[in-house]
Structure formats: structure tokens, C-alpha cells
């Protein structure tokens, strides 16, 4: 188990690493700085501010002079916020993108789940194929299609729901957390759906019915217990996907998390504040895949018994 | 595994349950009604105010934003302030001054009960050592070249003087202050007004880091120490940044407001909402289509003022075709300016064919084109392209943007229906724009600019030959001479006024720019904000404003009001 573990932190070092690089020096090939503006930047006042952030040095000094910063923990000063770092401006976006991922997840759970257990109720009939073809749709259907059909529908046909924002109109949230939540209410359907079928043919399905029992309480009582727990695995690398994932939401919607922030820094070309939320991002991701990893590794006793832990 | 497989059954009965609970909470805390943020604040004192987007930063050295100009202004206070009614200059920490026979020195008398918000006395000496900091080449002040008119700011802001003495500002006394000038400057009072002249509390910036540095934590909420009617009290990013009257305040008894909520909403759409909701007291913008309906209602919350800003297309006159003054011009005077703010714009802004724009007091505005379709053809024949033949094609560049890409679609089609001629537009990304611009790799762009000061000079200083933003190329020795030598010594202000107009006169004769129109400030406000006026600079001063807490909620009359 801890040759794995080790094994799969060491392989994850040079993925990061790379993600840095990358993005480190394709921020500087954008055309246009930080500093650029309207009103031009008189070349001494562009000098003292390239001095003040290490502009000033050669790039690549630039690059190991991060690195060093980053080994730290230091993502460094924002460019476009004087006086802020960029670690404080991700932990303030976090808890925003965190709970409108929880929303986004919420939504998933509960249409997914009910649309997936419908759709196992009567395999093959009208009641299986409309919330499967409803799923397919929102497998396929991007959020920046889906969230401007919303907010064209509900925000400004009918005037039922704020059309942006986070917390200053009632409603508005609940709109971003549905456009999140769709795609993943697709995957959660088909996954229940799986899982249902296969529970609803156990023995002990045909026991509770042979008990005479209402067909509601078979389900309900029962079935569902052993029908999502496929739905409960894949919660957790869902909620890494909806904080990654949510910057299209966010910027539709004007929501103050980290994945508009994200998107602000590129086009304010806030150097440090683009890199430090990709590393953060990419760490996050590359974590949630080890967790998951682990997790699989754990429920499945033919791994698990590679590991020795038997 | 069993029994794993009964935990994890547990585990996803609670979830589902829980999850209902949260749902159902959700909504419910969505559904109960709560009093508004405009009820409440008018009950207790409290100003909710739209700022747009988030505040890039509270140190007044560093600021470039008209936002963090506004909140500024709350926080710390100048020498001068200005009535935001009649925009005279009145007290602020310096209670009098004399000003030279010759206009070139200023002393001014502090008022002893001026106080930081730790009680410790505003000096005279605060004023000297934050100006220093201010103009420091190491501070990267952008707006740095508007204290130019104090002596020697140029070059010691560029390097070229070390010697703070050098400066011309000196404590002759703990509460006098002597500023002496390069030059009379009729709009001194008003730079004085500004961020980048705001004293600063020594000892708390030197408490956490270097004075010049840009990052430091001195503007946190627990570190703040200002000299203005309101202090710091609370700061979420993106959420709001809260202000409260300062006590120690020399005014305090003359400040109404008890806090000011200073809300970042982006979108034009939201803030309508909010402030239809009763969320906000005063909004920042609001979309363009709104505003013909809250024209239309009785007792409108809409306050539409003009505003010293200018819109317009900006020429490469050193490329071809562009590089002909009379293909300038005919673009120029194809274009129906009325109509285009008419239709287009609604009618929210002022059409208008000057550089600089109309209402600053005793400047006469250089209105050069007006809309001459016959004159436009004609001019564009001289230049060898009769009825568009022959035409190389023109680009036009602007920053992706609903409002930039509607008024460039209405330009080109006057543009083709007047002269025949093919104009392709080119969007881009603001920073990519910017480099476009800046690098010069464009023949046609658009542009807007906001003054900082109610003079000419705001607009003209620019175009100087070889200035930082003079994209345009144009380059004349005698506007030169007169922006850079005449103007600034001239002995009165509507000599200067006059001087500067001739320049503006200049400028226009060459046609490097197409001025479409003026532009206005627009927000909503409510009936209970008092003390609140409109001017062109969009000057606030908060120490001023009330609430009425009888005047409740603005609401949309209902239909058969």
C-alpha cells in the first residue's frame, strides 16, 4: 500500500511541475501586461513597477525565482490587487466555488438520483428512455450553452430568477447550481440506473416483494441502499470536477469564486494570480484523482489483497 | 464486506436525508422575507452604494481607479475639499490658505484638531513625508504626472533630483505647510482633492514593510490608519468593503452617514435588480436599454449628469490611407453624430465633434466636424478615391464589448451608405487591444478617455509630441509650445484657457481623432439619499451626504399609477 501511495505522489511531482512551466511562460507570450492601460504608463513609472514585482529580471531567473516562492508555499503578490496576495485571494474565491459546488452537487444527487431509479423502475419502457435521453443531453450539453438557455428561459421570458450574482438577490443561486449540476445529474441518472437494475434482480428484492410489501417500500426501503452506493463512489471526484470545472459557471453567472477570479486574472494578465490558481487547481485535481484511486483500490478486494493488506 | 456494504448504506441513508434538509432549508432561507438593505440603512445611517467592480487597492498612492478615487475620498482627506454642488474648494485638513501675489507658492494653515484615526495629530510634516512617498519613482504611481505642477515633482518622480528637500513642499511650522509651484495652476485645489495628494500615517506604513512597497498590509482592516470622515471597519473581497464614521474626525459632528457599504456588483443588469429590490441606495451603472422606462416614470430615481469624458475613433495618421488628412476628415463628417447617440445610444449621451468635452466652466470646446455626407464624398475624391473606387480597405480596432461593437456597426454603415466605402471590424481582447494601440500596429481604434481635472489640459497634455499615450502620431511645434511653455505660465486662468483652446484648435485641424460624443454619468438613486449632486467630475463627498429615514423605498409605480 505504501509503495503505491509513494509511487503515485512521486509520478504526480512532475505532472505539477510541467502544469507550472507550461502555464509560467505562456502567460508571458500573451500579448499585453499587467501594468497596461488606458491611460499609458510612462516608462519610468513602468520601470519602478516591473522592479517592484521582478519584471525586471530575465525570465528565466524569473522562473527559478518562483519556483523558490513556491517551494514556500508563497504563490505570491497580486499584480492587479496591490497589497493582496494570492493566497489570500484563492482562500477568499474557495468557500464561494466550494459552495456552489456543494449546491451544483445537491442538484446532481437528487435529480440524477430520482431520474435514474424512475428509469430503472420500468427498464426499456417510455420511463427508462426520457430521463436516459434527458441524461444523454445533459451528458452532451455544455454549460455555456445550458446556462444562457437558463437564463434566457427563466431570467428574462418569464422574470422568475435573478439572472447573476451570489447572495444579493434571493434565488440567485439557484440557477448557477443547476447549470453546474446538470452534467453531473446525467452521470449520477445513468449510474443509479445501473445500480438499481442490478440490486432490483437480487434475492432479496424478490423477498421483501414475496412479503407483500408495496412496491414504493421495495424501492424506497430496500433497493435503494444497494442501488446508489456506485452514485456515493463517484461523489467524491465529482466535487473535485465542480471546483476545477466551475469557471464557465462562475463568469456566466458573476460569481465571486476562484474559478471567475481565474478567468479575471487571465484577462487582467495577473501573472502570479494566473499561476498560483492553476497550481492550486491542478494540485487539487491531481489529489482528488489520488483519493479516488486509493478509494477504488480500497473496495476492490483483488487490489487489495496485492497490497497485502489481507 | 458485509458489514462495509451495511455502513455504506448507512452512510448513503444519511446523506439523502440530509441532503433534503439543506434543500429545504435553502429554499426556505431564499423565500423569507427580510427588510431591505435601503429600509434599513435608512433607519440606521447606513449608505448602500454600488461600486462596479471590486477595489483594486485602498492606498491612495497606489490608486487608478475613479472607484478606489471614491472610496478614497471617504477614508482619507486632503488638504482641500471641494462642495460637490457648486465644486468650490472648502476646508479640509488645511482650515486657510495664502496664496502668492505671484500664484506660485501656497501656504496653508492645518487645522490642530485634525486627527488620525489612532487620535495621533495630522501634522504638517505628514503631508511632506507622504507627498515624497507619493511621488517617489519607486511607488510606480500611474496618475504620478498629475502633480507635475508642484515644483520639481517631474524630475524627481523620474529619478533625475534624489534630494527630497528638492520638492517643493515644506513644514514651516507642525501646522503650516508651504507648496510651491512650477507654474499658477487655476486647477490645484482640485489635484490637492485627489488620492495621490492624501496624507498617509507614517509610522503605520513603516510598521509593515517598506514605505514605497506596493504590497504591504498596511491597508488591512487591522492596520488602517486614515484621516478622513469614515475608517476602515470590515473588507470581504467581492462581497462589500464597510466604512464607519471616524470619531476622531475634526468634523465628526457634521458627518451624517454612520457607515457606507460600498458594494462590488460587475454586471449592470444585477445592480438594476438590486436596486429595485431595495439592495442599494445608489447604483454604479445601469444597462442602456433600462434607461428610456426610468426616463418615462414620475419622481425617477435616474440621474443623468454630464461627465468630463470623451469618446472617439483614434487615427495612425503616419499610415496609409489614414496618413491623407482629407480621408480623416471625410470619415470624420460621414459621421451623423445626433443619430448615431440617438439611436444607438438612446439618447444617454452627448453628441459631440470636440476633443475636449463640453462643461468645463470658461473653456469654449473646439467643435471641428459636423455631419456633411456631400463635403465627406468630395474630400474623398481629392484624395483619389471617388465613390470608394479604388479604396485599400480600413480596419477599425476596438475592445470586445456589446456597446463599443454596436457603435461601431452603426459607424460603418454610415460610413458605406455616405461614402461608399468598406470598413472591416476587428475586435479584441482588452489587453490585446491595449498592445495593439500602444504598439501602433493599428490605422484606426477606439478609445475613451476621463478627466481627472476640470481644465482642458486633462485631454490636451497627452498629445504633446512624443507623450506616453499620443498614439495618433500627431505631432505640432506649436501646440507643443503651447501646452508645455505658454499655457502653463499664463497669468490668468482664462488666458490659460484661451491659450489652450488655440491648441485644441490645432489638434482638430489635422483631424487625428473622430470625437463621437460626450459622455454622462447615469445612476439610480433613492429618494432618501440627500446631499448627493451630480457634477462632471463625479466628485463625491460622502461627509456630506444623509438619509432621509421617512422617505421609504422607490418602487416601479404600478400600472395604473
New interface residues.
Given amino acids: 500500500m505504501w509503495r503505491f501511495l509513494t509511487s503515485r505522489v512521486l509520478q504526480s511531482i512532475p505532472v505539477i511541475l510541467a502544469v507550472i512551466t507550461v502555464t509560467f511562460f505562456l502567460v508571458r507570450v500573451?500579448?499585453?501586461?499587467p501594468?497596461?492601460?488606458?491611460?499609458?504608463?510612462?516608462?519610468?513609472?513602468?520601470a519602478?513597477?516591473e522592479?517592484?514585482y521582478r519584471l525586471d529580471l530575465p525570465l528565466f531567473q524569473q522562473y527559478l525565482a518562483y519556483l523558490g516562492d513556491l517551494a514556500q508555499g508563497d504563490l505570491g503578490?497580486?499584480f492587479?490587487?496591490?497589497?493582496?496576495?494570492v493566497n489570500e485571494?484563492i482562500a477568499?474565491?474557495l468557500p464561494?466555488t466550494a459552495e456552489l459546488g456543494f449546491?451544483a452537487l445537491?442538484v446532481a444527487?437528487?435529480i440524477g438520483?430520482l431520474a435514474g431509479v424512475l428509469a430503472s423502475l420500468k427498464p426499456n419502457t417510455a420511463q427508462d428512455y426520457v430521463p436516459m435521453t434527458a441524461a444523454m443531453i445533459g451528458i452532451c450539453m455544455p454549460s455555456f450553452l445550458l446556462g444562457p438557455l437558463l437564463v434566457l428561459v427563466f431570467g428574462i421570458y418569464l422574470d422568475w430568477l435573478?439572472?447573476?450574482?451570489w447572495?444579493?438577490?434571493?434565488?440567485d443561486?439557484?440557477l448557477p447550481a443547476i447549470t453546474l449540476g446538470s452534467a453531473y445529474a446525467a452521470y449520477i441518472a445513468r449510474l443509479s440506473r445501473a445500480g438499481m437494475l442490478e440490486v432490483m434482480s437480487q434475492d432479496y428484492i424478490r423477498t421483501a416483494r414475496a412479503k407483500g410489501l408495496p412496491e414504493w417500500q421495495v424501492v424506497v426501503k430496500h433497493a435503494?441502499?444497494?442501488g446508489?452506493?456506485p452514485?456515493?463512489a463517484f461523489l467524491g471526484p465529482a466535487f473535485a470536477g465542480l471546483l476545477a470545472g466551475s469557471f464557465v459557471v462562475e463568469t456566466i453567472f458573476?460569481i465571486?469564486g476562484l474559478g471567475r477570479f481565474y478567468v479575471q486574472a487571465a484577462?487582467?494578465?495577473d501573472y502570479t494570480m494566473i499561476l498560483g490558481t492553476t497550481v492550486f487547481l491542478s494540485t487539487l485535481i491531481v489529489v482528488f484523482n489520488l483519493l479516488s484511486d486509493i478509494l477504488a483500490a480500497w473496495m476492490n478486494?483483488r487490489l487489495r489483497a496485492q497490497f497485502g493488506d489481507h | 464486506m458485509m458489514q462495509e456494504l451495511i455502513s455504506l448504506h448507512i452512510r448513503t441513508e444519511r446523506l439523502i436525508s440530509f441532503s433534503w434538509l439543506v434543500s429545504t432549508m435553502v429554499v426556505l432561507a431564499a423565500c423569507s422575507p427580510s427588510e431591505s438593505n435601503v429600509s434599513l440603512g435608512n433607519r440606521t445611517g447606513v449608505l448602500y452604494y454600488g461600486i462596479g467592480s471590486e477595489v483594486q487597492t485602498l492606498d491612495p498612492h497606489v490608486v487608478s481607479d475613479t472607484i478606489a478615487w471614491e472610496i478614497s475620498g471617504a477614508l482619507f482627506e486632503g488638504l482641500i475639499r471641494h462642495d460637490p454642488e457648486t465644486m468650490q474648494p472648502e476646508p479640509g485638513v488645511a482650515q486657510s490658505w495664502d496664496i502668492s501675489d505671484d500664484g506660485m507658492t501656497v501656504v496653508f494653515h492645518l487645522n490642530p484638531q485634525a486627527r488620525w484615526s489612532n487620535g495621533d495629530s495630522v501634522t504638517a510634516e505628514d503631508f511632506v513625508w507622504s507627498w515624497r512617498r507619493s511621488l517617489h519613482p519607486a511607488m510606480g504611481n500611474v496618475l504620478i504626472d498629475s502633480m507635475y505642477p508642484i515644483k520639481n515633482a517631474e524630475p524627481y518622480s523620474k529619478g533625475l533630483i534624489e534630494d527630497p528637500e528638492a520638492l517643493g513642499v515644506r513644514a514651516l511650522g507642525p501646522h503650516t505647510l508651504q507648496v510651491e509651484l512650477e507654474n499658477p495652476t487655476p486647477h490645484l485645489f482640485s489635484l490637492l482633492d485627489s488620492p495621490i495628494a492624501a496624507p498617509v500615517h507614517r509610522p503605520t506604513i513603516e510598521a509593515h514593510g517598506a514605505p514605497m512597497a506596493r504590497y504591504t498590509k498596511w491597508t488591512r482592516v487591522e492596520n488602517m490608519v486614515s484621516n478622513g470622515p469614515f475608517r476602515l471597519a470590515q473588507w470581504k473581497m467581492y462581497r462589500f468593503l464597510r466604512v464607519e464614521r471616524s470619531e476622531t474626525y475634526w468634523d465628526a459632528n457634521n458627518v451624517a452617514l454612520n457607515a457606507i457599504v460600498f458594494k462590488p456588483v460587475d454586471s449592470d443588469t444585477v445592480e438594476e435588480k438590486m436596486f429595485r429590490a431595495g439592495q442599494l441606495h445608489v447604483t454604479y451603472q445601469l444597462p442602456v436599454t433600462k434607461i428610456p422606462a426610468y426616463k418615462a416614470v414620475v419622481d425617477s430615481p435616474y440621474v443623468e449628469a454630464p461627465l468630463l469624458g470623451s469618446y472617439y475613433y483614434l487615427f495612425n495618421i503616419d499610415r496609409p490611407p489614414v496618413d491623407d488628412i482629407r480621408v480623416r476628415e471625410a470619415l470624420s463628417l460621414a459621421i451623423d453624430r445626433d443619430l448615431l447617440v440617438e439611436k444607438v445610444l438612446l439618447g444617454t449621451e452627448r453628441p459631440s465633434a470636440s476633443m475636449v468635452p463640453a462643461g468645463i466652466p470658461g473653456y469654449a470646446a473646439q467643435q471641428h466636424a459636423v455631419f456633411n455626407p456631400d463635403r465627406a464624398r468630395e474630400l474623398l475624391a481629392e484624395a483619389g478615391y471617388p465613390d470608394g473606387a479604388g479604396w485599400p480597405g480600413l480596419e477599425l480596432f476596438y475592445n470586445t464589448s456589446e456597446n463599443h461593437r454596436r457603435i461601431a456597426v452603426a459607424a460603418q454603415q454610415m460610413w458605406k451608405e455616405h461614402l461608399n466605402l468598406d470598413i472591416e471590424l476587428t475586435n479584441q481582447e482588452w489587453k490585446v487591444y491595449l498592445d495593439t494601440v500602444d504598439s501602433r500596429k493599428f490605422r484606426m481604434a477606439r478609445m475613451s478617455w476621463i478627466g481627472s481635472f476640470p481644465g482642458p489640459g486633462t485631454f490636451l497634455d497627452r498629445f504633446v509630441t512624443g507623450g506616453a499615450s499620443n498614439r495618433i502620431g500627431f505631432s505640432s511645434e506649436r501646440y507643443d509650445e503651447l501646452i508645455q511653455q505658454i499655457a502653463p505660465k499664463a497669468k490668468s486662468r482664462d488666458l490659460r484657457f484661451d491659450f489652450m483652446s488655440e491648441a485644441e484648435k490645432i489638434f482638430m485641424q489635422e483631424v487625428p481623432v473622430i470625437p463621437l460624443y460626450n459622455r454622462n454619468g447615469k445612476h439610480l438613486v433613492q429618494p432618501s439619499v440627500q446631499g448627493y449632486y451630480p457634477n462632471i467630475l463625479e466628485y463625491r463627498n460622502f461627509k456630506q451626504v444623509s438619509l432621509d429615514p421617512d422617505a421609504g423605498v422607490w418602487q416601479w409605480p404600478s400600472e395604473d399609477e
Avoid: C, H
Avoid at chain 1, 500573451?30 to 501586461?33: K, R, Y
Avoid at chain 1, 501594468?35 to 513602468?46: H, N, T
Avoid at chain 1, 435573478?162 to 450574482?165: D, H, I, K, R, Y
Avoid at chain 1, 447572495?167 to 434565488?171: A, C, E, H, V
Fill in positions: 500573451a500579448p499585453g501586461g501594468f497596461s492601460s488606458e491611460k499609458a504608463v510612462m516608462p519610468e513609472v513602468k519602478a513597477l522592479a517592484q503578490p497580486s492587479k490587487y496591490p497589497g493582496r496576495d485571494l477568499a474565491g464561494v449546491y445537491l444527487v437528487i438520483g435573478p439572472v447573476s450574482g447572495g444579493d438577490i434571493p434565488g443561486k439557484l435503494l441502499r444497494g446508489l452506493i452514485v456515493v458573476q465571486p484577462f487582467n494578465r478486494p
